[in-house]
């Protein structure tokens, strides 16, 4: 029996996506290890960037000096 994990082809690269987004790694990153351009991932996957508004809001603070 296959892992709940897997019910489509797709579900554990889509997990990993989401990870890695997450994780902070720059989206032309992840897009390079999927074979996407920046523009689809960022079109299937921005929806899954959870947080780090905080720390969002501190880099833009720090930019603007």
Same mark, same amino acid.
């Given at each position: 029996?296959?892992?709940? %994990?897997? $019910? $489509?082809?797709?579900?554990?690269? @889509?997990?990993?996506?989401? =990870?890695? %987004?997450?994780?902070?790694?720059?989206?032309?990153?992840?897009?390079? $290890? =999927?074979? @996407?351009?920046?523009?689809? =991932?960022? $079109?299937?996957?921005?929806?899954?960037?959870?947080?780090?508004?905080?720390?969002?809001?501190?880099?833009?603070?720090?930019? %603007?000096?």
């Amino acid at each position: 029996m296959a892992s709940p %994990l897997v $019910r $489509r082809p797709y579900d554990l690269r @889509h997990a990993a996506a989401s =990870l890695w %987004l997450n994780a902070g790694v720059p989206p032309t990153e992840v897009a390079r $290890r =999927l074979g @996407h351009g920046v523009a689809v =991932l960022l $079109r299937v996957y921005a929806n899954c960037i959870d947080g780090g508004d905080d720390t969002m809001n501190d880099k833009i603070g720090d930019a %603007l000096g």
